[in-house]
């Protein structure tokens, strides 16, 4: 009976090993640094377009969510016209009245650029500013000795 050579597997040396360890940890470290990279950047991205909200005027919620009737209920007729127009001046509205245009042009926050903004209003500014106009018509109404 003969005998068989045994046959021979071939293997890999212990440096071909290595390498191979070595691109694959290479490969995961570079993938999860892109990916950590790519999210870091959006989040710094939306930080740059979105404004503070202090930045953003006196009433920056009135964009935000609807008032309430306790809110506004004891302000003056110039502070709740101030409130109403500060929606407008927030979408770039471009005032023709002097004391808004001055007003609004001394923000820091403030670009006039649209003679209309009506397309721009969410649906929360459009009912705050007809709630807003509500109590600055009572006020006018109070101002010229009529009550409710």
């Given at each position: 009976m003969g005998t068989t050579a045994p046959t021979s597997v071939p293997h890999k040396s212990s440096s071909s090993k290595t390498r191979m360890i070595i691109a694959i940890v290479a490969i995961l470290a570079l993938g999860t640094a892109s990916y950590f990279l790519f999210?870091?950047?959006?989040k710094k991205e939306e930080v740059k377009t979105e404004?503070?909200?202090e930045s953003i005027g006196l009433y920056p919620y009135t964009s935000d969510r609807l008032l309430t009737?306790?809110?506004?209920?004891?302000?003056?007729q110039q502070e709740?016209?101030?409130m109403r127009n500060e929606i407008y001046a927030r979408h770039g509205f471009i005032f023709h009245k002097e004391d808004m245009k001055q007003y609004f042009g001394s923000q820091t926050w403030y670009k006039a650029l649209y003679t209309n903004v009506n397309n721009l209003?969410?649906?929360?500014?459009?009912?705050?500013?007809?709630?807003i106009r509500r109590y600055e018509?009572?006020?006018e109404d109070l101002g010229n000795g009529y009550s409710r």
């Open positions: 999210f870091n950047k959006k404004a503070p909200k009737e306790n809110e506004i209920s004891n302000m003056s709740l016209r101030i209003l969410t649906e929360i500014e459009k009912k705050n500013i007809v709630f018509k009572f006020r």
